[in-house]
């Protein structure tokens, strides 16, 4: 009877998706298939080789004073997006439903990273943070980046199985919050106040995608507020010390230019510098040593100065359309699993972009956040391109419009 109503359906009806191939076993394969979104691809190129252009001329006066190289930050950074490259395209031909299940032992990983980091001699300190492990000087890492994709991987796998649980707090919100907590201790120890945000937002986010009750959701969204707001009022009461200058310098940098105020007045003047069409590409003056972390954290301020606002707001507008471009395959995409996978990566991408810049601007007090596929960082760009891997991956499979 079954097999005479599949008969009976129209032949539009009975092929209007792409099933990913089966193996004989049944089970789905590790490659897939299917025509990736070439938008999001050829935006996540450009802005691959835009980041290191503006990494090269941002970064040549330092590593050539550094290191007596002035190539030697972009032949690091170029290393690893080749690596990162590749690894997106493997990740694009790979089916991301086998990301299922390394989901806990990701979670597992990054959580003993995480520790690592806390144990006196393991971790490395630097500017009186300890966040990095490896060796100086040869390659260093940052646990909290393998922690980003470990959430996103993690939640979108178990949120996608609950389907009306979510709208408990037993199994929709407490397991969740618990290992946002636990994530956030970790990281404030080191401490890493930005990665602890990108983490929590992005988890915040999912939870809430999830379909969560509505009065949860903004409940949550409330908390996340209500906590920073009074983060800032006992930064400025001093009853926590952590952060004071940086709240109060971000108020008025120039009270004190020549020390706390220095990073963040000198990033205001080399966005000024640059007024409406930059002084030239590869021009700035503020990267010879006046700017701090121009090459790492504040490289936007030196896209103001040699763009201008014409270049800066085009080098914005390319990351809106690659984020908006991410959550339109989200919504294509074939199952929950895919949908809450790149709606975790874009959200995080998203945040990290808006806080960097906002940084870099003063909107926000200063942070270390880096700029996506602009800041020094290989290991991060590696990984920032292997999650592009696993969006392409989800835009594979995007079933086709019916009647197709």
């Not at 690091?76 to 086998?98: C, D, E, I, P, T």
């Not at 100086?136 to 649980?165: H, M």
């Not at 395959?329 to 998203?350: E, K, N, P, S, Y």
């Not at 960097?356 to 270390?368: D, E, K, R, W």
Request: aromatic fraction near 10%; include cysteine.
């Amino acid at each position: 009877m079954q097999q005479t109503t599949e008969k009976c359906r129209p032949a539009s009806a009975r092929t209007n998706t792409r099933r990913p191939p089966q193996t004989s076993s049944g089970s789905k394969p590790w490659f897939v298939g299917g025509q990736m979104d070439l938008p999001f691809l050829l935006l996540t190129l450009l802005l691959t080789v835009m980041g290191l252009v503006m990494l090269f001329s941002a970064s040549f006066p330092s590593a050539n004073y550094e290191t007596g190289d002035p190539t030697f930050y972009l032949k690091r950074q170029g290393l690893f997006a080749l690596l990162g490259l590749a690894a997106m395209v493997v990740m694009s031909r790979m089916n991301y439903q086998k990301l299922r299940r390394y989901s806990v032992l990701l979670v597992g990983i990054s959580l003993f990273l995480l520790l690592l980091v806390l144990v006196p001699g393991l971790g490395i300190n630097e500017n009186g943070a300890t966040r990095w492990l490896g060796k100086k000087g040869v390659l260093t890492f940052q646990p909290s980046e393998i922690a980003k994709l470990a959430v996103i991987v993690f939640f979108a796998d178990s949120i996608s199985k609950k389907k009306n649980l979510m709208e408990t707090f037993k199994y929709g919100i407490r397991p969740y919050l618990l290992l946002l907590v636990f994530y956030a201790v970790l990281m404030l120890l080191e401490p890493h106040l930005s990665g602890t945000i990108l983490i929590v937002g992005t988890g915040v986010v999912l939870i809430i995608v999830g379909g969560i009750n509505k009065k949860w959701a903004i409940g949550s969204i409330g908390a996340v507020a209500a906590v920073g707001f009074a983060y800032v009022k006992l930064v400025e009461t001093g009853v926590i010390s952590y952060g004071a200058s940086r709240i109060e310098m971000w108020k008025n940098p120039f009270v004190d230019p020549l020390k706390d105020g220095y990073q963040l007045s000198q990033s205001l003047i080399t966005i000024g510098s640059g007024g409406l069409t930059g002084v030239g590409l590869g021009k700035s003056r503020q990267k010879f040593l006046y700017l701090p972390e121009e090459h790492n954290d504040f490289i936007f301020a030196v896209v103001c100065e040699e763009l201008g606002l014409i270049g800066a707001t085009l080098v914005m507008l390319v990351f809106a359309l690659l984020i908006l471009r991410g959550f339109w395959i989200a919504l294509q995409a074939r199952d929950r699993f895919g949908a809450l996978l790149v709606v975790g990566i874009m959200t995080q991408i998203g945040l990290q972009t808006f806080f960097n810049i906002a940084v870099v601007s003063g909107l926000v007090p200063t942070t270390g956040i880096s700029l996506p596929f602009f800041s020094y960082g290989g290991t991060a760009l590696a990984l920032q391109l292997f999650e592009m891997g696993i969006v392409l991956s989800v835009s594979r499979q995007i079933p086709a419009p019916k009647g197709g």
